[in-house]
């Protein structure tokens, strides 16, 4: 079974933090993703990474930036949290070589930021 | 720009009826691919179906089948005999050619009453 970890289920941060949230996938899936998700609003995709080293821009990536050093390891940072950032933040990963490109996703990390 | 809508922000049904969700696609391109996913109340995105754009029938597994009418640009989840355990929330989702990233729709919260 492919399996998407993320670091913590819940956090509570202060504003003005630096904020790490890892994502970890055991299945050598090339792309990755991290998305935020509100209620009303649907999942909105920060950043993604198709590749080490390699990453792009989603529909809402002011106040974040991402890292992908390995292949298994996507690591999303809030350079200084705010109160708006406070959300359920969701990793996922995908296979490019999977014709339908089905995203598998982790259990989410909650964040509050006070 | 790829827009998916569903106008059902909460569905009722009763135990072991069928229920359908709505869901329509806004899209010039040729290729894609349309998703469902269910989150439970844990708040895990569960990947339930998928349909490709040049897909013939309708994609079906076990309860779950997707009504797939690209005329109209609608792609409905229909669950048969539903089951308490289905009570969750449902995103549907589409996926642009060659391009891995998914646009989600707002999504449906469904309630089973026994």
């Known amino acids: 079974d492919v399996k998407v970890t993320q670091s913590s289920r819940y956090l509570v941060k202060r504003t003005g933090e630096k904020v790490f949230l890892e994502c970890v996938q055991d299945?050598?899936?090339?792309?990755m993703f991290w998305y935020r998700q509100d209620p009303g609003l649907g999942l909105r995709l920060i950043y993604f990474?198709?590749?080490?080293?390699?990453?792009e821009k989603g529909d809402i990536p002011e106040g974040y930036s991402v890292s992908r050093e390995k292949k298994e390891r996507f690591s999303l940072i809030l350079e200084s949290a705010s109160t708006n950032q406070t959300s359920m933040y969701l990793c996922?990963?995908?296979?490019?070589?999977?014709?339908?490109?089905?995203?598998?996703f982790g259990p989410g990390t909650r964040l509050t930021v006070t | 720009a790829q827009k998916i809508t569903q106008t059902q922000p909460g569905m009722f049904v009763q135990e072991k009826e069928a229920v359908t969700l709505d869901c329509t696609y806004d899209?010039?391109?040729?290729?894609?691919?349309l998703f469902w996913y269910k989150q439970p109340s844990s708040g895990e995105m569960i990947f339930l179906i998928y349909?490709?754009?040049?897909?013939?029938q309708n994609a079906t597994e076990g309860r779950y089948s997707l009504n797939f009418q690209k005329a109209r640009k609608s792609a409905n989840l229909v669950i048969s005999a539903s089951q308490l355990g289905d009570s969750a929330m449902y995103f549907c989702?589409?996926?642009?050619?060659?391009?891995?990233?998914?646009?989600f729709g707002k999504g449906t919260l469904l309630t089973v009453n026994p």
């Open positions: 990474s198709y590749d080490v080293k390699m990453k």
């Open positions: 996922a990963s995908s296979s490019r070589l999977a014709g339908g490109y089905e995203q598998y």
């Open positions: 349909q490709g754009s040049y897909d013939e």
């Open positions: 899209t010039s391109d040729q290729s894609y691919g």
């Open positions: 989702a589409m996926s642009r050619g060659s391009n891995y990233k998914l646009t």
């Open positions: 299945m050598d899936h090339e792309n």
